[in-house]
C-alpha cells in the first residue's frame, strides 16, 4: 500500500500548474499606430492573447461569429460604419463577448453614448497604459470601467 501512495504523490509532483485560459482579445482600430500601441501595452500581460486585428467595423462583423473573442477593444472612429454602430450589430451576433471602446474621444458625451450600447467599457487613448489592462480585466469578470478622466456622473 505504501508503494503506491509514494508512486500518486511522485505523479501529482509532475503535474504541471495549470494556468488558466489567456483571455481572447479582438482589436478593432483603422490606425496602425493605436494597433502598435495597444499591442505594446498588452504584450506583458501573458494572460491575454490577441487573437484578431481589423481595422473596420464591416470586418469586426463579418469576423467576429467565427473569432468568438470574448473582449472587444473597439474604437469609435472607423472608416464606413462608426464603431457605436458596429457594437449594437456585434452585441446580437456574439452577446457573449464584451465590448471596451478605446477611443481618442474624450467627451463625457460620447462616452455615454457608447455605453449605452451595452459595452462594459470606454478607455480613453491617451489613458490607455494606464487603463486598458483594467478594463479589459474588469469586462471579462463582466463589471464596467471607465477612464477616470472622463469624471461621467449618472
Known amino acids: 500500500m505504501q508503494g503506491a501512495t509514494a508512486s500518486n504523490e511522485h505523479a501529482h509532483a509532475r ?17 496602425e499606430r493605436a494597433l502598435r500601441d495597444i499591442r505594446s501595452v498588452l504584450s506583458g500581460h501573458h494572460d491575454i492573447a490577441i487573437i484578431g486585428e481589423l481595422k473596420t467595423g464591416e470586418e469586426a462583423i463579418k469576423k467576429v461569429g467565427d473569432l468568438q473573442p470574448e473582449v ?11 464603431g457605436i454602430d458596429a457594437a449594437n450589430i456585434m452585441q446580437s451576433t456574439v452577446p457573449e463577448s464584451r465590448i471596451v471602446f478605446v477611443s481618442q474621444h474624450d467627451s463625457p458625451l460620447i462616452a455615454k453614448d457608447a455605453l449605452l450600447t451595452g459595452a462594459y467599457g470606454y478607455v480613453v487613448k491617451a489613458d490607455a497604459v494606464r487603463d486598458l489592462w483594467p478594463a479589459i480585466e474588469a469586462a471579462h469578470r463582466g463589471h464596467t470601467f471607465i477612464s477616470p478622466t472622463l469624471h461621467i456622473s449618472g
Open 15 to 31: 503535474l504541471p500548474h495549470l494556468e488558466p485560459d489567456p483571455i481572447r482579445v479582438l482589436v478593432v482600430d483603422d490606425s
Open 72 to 82: 472587444i477593444l473597439l474604437d469609435i472612429s472607423l472608416p464606413g460604419i462608426s
